[in-house]
Each structure stands twice: as structure tokens, then as C-alpha cells.
Nanobody
């Protein structure tokens, strides 16, 4: 049974930083792509970042949605089966519930979803 749990959300002022973490039970992050999606009130869910699964030949590939490029960084905590999303220079439009997701590949229809964590950026 796969379980993903996002944590690290909270309330921060514009320009501040938060680091989200995603922990997993029932799957190894070595074998899966891990992504972050978010959903703001009244808006559709959107994928904002993803780190590919390992093919054993080199570093993993990371992806970022345009609105977060240069501000957010996705990374793995090797050995702890945890993925982080470092969010810097936060803006009010980043306010949303953030979800970590997993599947064989990065993409829109990723299979495994965890419960979200709320991020609120005050202006």
C-alpha cells in the first residue's frame, strides 16, 4: 500500500521561503519519479515540479513550471526516501494546497497522490 505524505507548509510573507518535504511508505524514491502539484482556490490543479526516476546512468532530470523556475528547487534526500521542494521568493499567487505525487515518469497523470499541505503567502 503506497502512502505519500507532504509536510512543511505554513504561512509566510511575500518574499519568504518554505521547504516542503515528501515522505513515502510502500515505494522507493529510487525507482519512481516524484512530482509536486498544487491547487489554489477556484483554480485547476497544476504540476509545478518533478524529478525523474533514476536510470542508473547519471543525475536525474528535474522539471519546473515556468512560474516557479528560478524560485523553486526540487531535490532528493538520498538514503531517507524523501523529496524536498525548496520554495524561495514566495508570492501571494503561490498560495495553494501542495501535493507530492509519484509514478514511473513525470507527467500530468501521475498515479500516486498524498495528502496535501497548505501554503499561504501573505501580501
Amino acid at each position: 500500500d503506497v502512502q505519500l505524505q507532504a509536510s512543511g507548509g505554513g504561512l509566510v510573507q511575500t518574499g519568504g521561503s518554505l521547504r516542503l518535504s515528501c515522505a513515502a511508505l510502500g515505494l522507493s524514491f529510487d525507482d519512481y519519479a516524484i512530482g509536486w502539484f498544487r491547487q489554489a482556490p477556484g483554480k485547476e490543479r497544476e504540476g509545478i515540479s518533478c524529478i525523474s526516476s533514476s536510470d542508473g546512468s547519471g543525475p536525474r532530470t528535474t522539471y519546473y513550471e515556468d512560474s516557479v523556475k528560478g524560485r523553486f528547487t526540487i531535490s532528493r534526500d538520498i538514503g531517507k526516501n524523501t523529496v524536498h521542494l525548496q520554495m524561495d521568493t514566495l508570492k501571494p499567487e503561490d498560495t495553494a494546497v501542495y501535493y507530492c505525487v509519484a509514478d514511473n515518469f513525470c507527467g500530468k497523470g501521475m498515479k500516486y497522490w498524498g495528502k496535501g499541505t497548505q501554503v499561504t503567502v501573505s501580501s
